[in-house]
């Protein structure tokens, strides 16, 4: 019998609703197959076989939410009862993860439609906005007449680097005082020449290099860097990603040392 692959095997089981929950638990450690944790969606199963199968509970609707819950545990980030834009939203592992750790309202925006899941587009709590560029989109795209306006932006983007995007997204902030948490993807953001077949970037270098070029952008913009750490997950192409924290409050200068931090991560990733 032909072989087929884990996420769509533990959804025709009905563990999961779609692939893409199956996926995404797989890909976040959460199923074991007799006595090890699989980690790829598609790793082959034999139908025909039986298999003692454990699945854990998933907390967000996206594996997206363990990386943002990194960065609020790392950075202690306050979240309880602030306005947020998810810039990047797609399934919402953000949005839930935002919503969880006590944001009292947040505005999911993405260029993308219908990805959303249910649970978060029904919330009352959210407001989604759709097919909405954020490179180039206006104040009005994202707030309506007397709406808050966020000032926490967490970002997962992909397709994109975050220097051509991050000007635009300041406008779309509380003016007064705003805080990101972006996600660094070194292989949208070093040059084609230096990603590898597969789209994942190896060289630590590299990625020491597209973290230090998004930092100094930041900082251009009048940006104080509060902190940079890496995602406890990869992404789907098993690239490591980061995350950092910057704030329009005038701090002193925070020590960060890139070179450790990415070296801590391809040390524990890799």
């Not at 909405?132 to 009005?140: E, G, H, M, V």
């Amino acid at each position: 019998m032909n072989k087929e692959r884990l996420d769509k095997y533990l959804t025709d089981l009905g563990y999961f609703e779609t692939k893409s929950k199956a996926a995404a638990a797989i890909l976040a450690g959460h199923v074991k197959i007799n006595d090890e944790y699989i980690t790829k969606a598609g790793f082959q199963i034999n139908p025909a076989k039986e298999y003692e199968i454990t699945v854990k509970s998933m907390p967000y609707v996206s594996r997206g939410g363990f990386k943002l819950q990194k960065a609020l545990e790392t950075f202690d980030v306050k979240v309880k009862n602030r306005i947020c834009l998810d810039a990047g939203a797609s399934t919402g592992g953000f949005t839930d993860c935002l919503l969880q750790h006590g944001a009292k309202f947040v505005y999911a925006a993405d260029v993308g439609y219908g990805q959303l899941d249910w649970k978060i587009r029904s919330d009352n709590r959210v407001k989604v906005i759709e097919r909405t560029n954020l490179k180039n989109c206006d104040f009005s795209e994202v707030y309506a007449a007397k709406q808050p306006v966020a000032d926490l932006l967490v970002s997962d983007l992909s397709f994109i680097s975050l220097t051509k995007v991050l000007e635009n997204l300041k406008k779309l902030l509380c003016s007064d005082f705003h805080e990101m948490v972006l996600l660094i993807k070194p292989q949208f953001e070093a040059g084609k020449e230096l990603v590898e077949k597969g789209g994942v970037v190896r060289d630590r270098n590299v990625h020491n290099q597209v973290i230090k070029n998004v930092i100094d952008f930041a900082i251009s913009l009048d940006y104080s860097i509060k902190g940079l750490t890496y995602s406890s997950i990869k992404g789907p192409s098993g690239n490591i990603e980061y995350l950092l924290w910057i704030t329009t409050e005038n701090i002193a200068p925070q020590a960060i040392n890139v070179p450790t931090i990415t070296e801590e991560a391809f040390e524990k990733l890799n």
